[in-house]
T-cell receptor, first 112, second 109 residues
Framework: ELKVEQNPLFLSMQEGKNYTIYCNYSTTSDRLYWYRQDPGKSLESLFVLLSNGAVKQEGRLMASLDTKARLSTLHITAAVHDLSATYFCAVDLSAATNKLIFGTGTLLAVQP | NAGVTQTPKFQVLKTGQSMTLQCAQDMNHNSMYWYRQDPGMGLRLIYYSASEGTTDKGEVPNGYNVSRLNKREFSLRLESAAPSQTSVYFC????????FGPGTRLTVT
């Protein structure tokens, strides 16, 4: 059974600190997505990682993909309150169908 | 350019009632998807459509039917709603990357 596991499930951190969210998956895939979801809202695309070794950065967030280890990371640098949200990784089963399997999400709360 | 739109935004049903959730996209994407999101969980794929006229089951298809009416529209039907179908439903479309609609919050009592 395909599994996509995120950890931690909940992360409370102080402003200015750094932290990493991990996404492990159990199948072969070289395409992975990161999304952000604010409470009561839809999903917003953050990063699209399409190959082994891919690294993308936007502001205080940086995502990477290691397909051999079946691991993606989302690194937060110098967190600010506006980053508080739930973050999901999603593994693409097939480029042909673009069917995604989502992780359970990481609820990030950045405290002042 | 509205992206992906869904109607209704909220719905309350009694057990056994039926309803159809509507989804439309204006990005000329071939693929469309229906997901459900339950509290504390990620999204789970219900059905998807790779192109007009084709549909296929996802992880949790039981209790649902879909119709890909044309390239723009993909509807999800609950024939006999059950409390276990209380959830938030998201539609998405894609051409390599998925774009999500605003969601429909459904409660079945």
């Amino acid at each position: 059974e395909l599994k996509v596991e995120q950890n931690p499930l909940f992360l409370s951190m102080q402003e200015g600190k750094n932290y990493t969210i991990y996404c492990n998956y159990s199948t072969t895939s070289d395409r992975l997505y990161w999304y952000r979801q604010d409470p009561g809202k839809s999903l917003e695309s953050l990063f699209v990682l399409l190959s082994n070794g891919a690294v993308k950065q936007e502001g205080r967030l940086m995502a990477s993909l290691d397909t051999k280890a079946r691991l993606s990371t989302l690194h937060i640098t110098a967190a600010v309150h506006d980053l508080s949200a739930t973050y999901f990784c999603a593994v693409d089963l097939s480029a042909a169908t673009n069917k995604l399997i989502f992780g359970t999400g990481t609820l990030l709360a950045v405290q002042p | 350019n509205a992206g992906v739109t869904q109607t209704p935004k909220f719905q309350v049903l009694k057990t056994g009632q039926s309803m159809t959730l509507q989804c439309a996209q204006d990005m000329n994407h071939n693929s469309m998807y229906w997901y459900r999101q339950d509290p504390g969980m990620g999204l789970r794929l219900i059905y998807y459509s790779a192109s007009e006229g084709t549909t296929d089951k996802g992880e949790v298809p039981n209790g649902y039917n879909v119709s890909r009416l044309n390239k723009r529209e993909f509807s999800l039907r609950l024939e006999s709603a059950a409390p276990s179908q209380t959830s938030v439903y998201f539609c998405a479309s894609s051409e390599n990357e998925q774009y999500f609609g605003p969601g429909t919050r459904l409660t079945v009592t």
